[in-house]
């Protein structure tokens, strides 16, 4: 039964900083794709970053050069570090996972984390 749990979301003042972890379990085979989208409340679920096995990251236009996306394959963990945080960020934020190299980035991801809230706000 593959889960994946995502944590450390929490309300944080704009310009701080945040490391969100999404533990997986479950899994015989490694995920080549995994990554986090988030959605905001009144939009559309967006992709703000994903990796793959060979640590290959992509990022959404809005967090470049603010978080970064990082996996340790020995811990079956993924990483979203967030820094120099903004209210725009203010999402619930959820991982996944998928045994393809590309479906997490095109959004068919295969296993899905419940959320995270993440609030910016002053």
């Known amino acids: 039964q593959v889960q994946l749990v995502e944590s450390g979301g929490s309300l944080v003042q704009p310009g701080g900083s945040l490391r969100l972890s999404c533990l997986t379990s479950g899994s015989r085979y490694r995920f080549q794709s995994m990554g986090w989208y988030r959605q905001a409340p009144g939009k559309e679920r967006e992709l703000v970053a994903t990796?793959?096995?060979?640590?290959?990251?992509t990022y959404a236009d809005s967090v470049k050069g603010r978080f970064t996306i990082s996996r340790d394959n020995a811990k079956n963990t993924m990483y979203l570090q967030m820094n120099s945080l903004k209210p725009e960020d203010t999402a619930v934020y959820y991982c996944?996972?998928?045994?393809?190299?590309?479906?997490?980035?095109?959004?068919?991801?295969?296993?899905w984390g419940q959320g995270t809230q993440v609030t910016v706000s002053s």
């Open positions: 996944t996972a998928d045994p393809k190299i590309s479906d997490v980035a095109a959004g068919r991801g295969d296993y």
């Open positions: 990796i793959t096995t060979g640590d290959s990251a």
